[in-house]
């Protein structure tokens, strides 16, 4: 055994996964910074301007539907631009609340264990690449699929030299999240 972890993931945990999720989606800087100020100021836009279109007179049916669109589409707009809207929603919807995982990683594999699906075990070539922030390690295996591992929950090891340690095992550079 080289490392292990145990830990029950809280709702800071999910949000920060929702913030690597997002940095994956936009790695760059300028539009994430484009979309958190432009997502708000065009939903609002949006809004108005579906509610503007009665008072003009625009009463037909596609005028109707124009509307419900602008409203729509606004709302949905305001709802992607909230991200801790999204972090607490999808802290709502973890099935796995108050589940004691425990991760333990040796040389040619790692293995994951909780109360529910029992143990399972990854070959470190199914890590496909990972990230890391200031408390968490990343590692994605498919799409959205991701490992997270909390810096203060490992009970054998060193989270310092757990990066290289996974660049080593699985050829995955932990990319850090800005």
Known sequence: MKYQIKMVYDQSDVAA????LEYRRHP???????????????GVLLIAAGIA????????????CLMVFCVLMGILLL??????GM???????????????????????????DQVSGQNEFRYISVKNGNLDAGHFF??????????????????????????FIKIRAAVTLDPVE
């Open 17 to 20: 996964l929702v913030r690597v």
């Open 28 to 42: 760059e800087k300028g539009l994430r910074t484009a979309r958190r100020i432009g997502y708000p100021i065009f």
């Open 53 to 64: 279109m009665p008072v003009s007179g625009m009463l037909s049916l596609a005028g109707i």
């Open 79 to 84: 709802r992607r631009a909230d991200r801790r």
């Open 87 to 113: 972090e607490r929603r999808s802290w709502r919807r973890y099935p796995n609340k108050g589940l004691t995982l425990t991760y333990t990683f040796y040389n040619d594999h790692f293995e994951e264990e």
């Open 139 to 164: 590692l994605f295996t498919t799409g959205n699929m991701a490992h997270m591992l909390r810096r203060d929950s490992f009970t054998f090891g060193n989270p310092d030299t757990f990066a290289n």
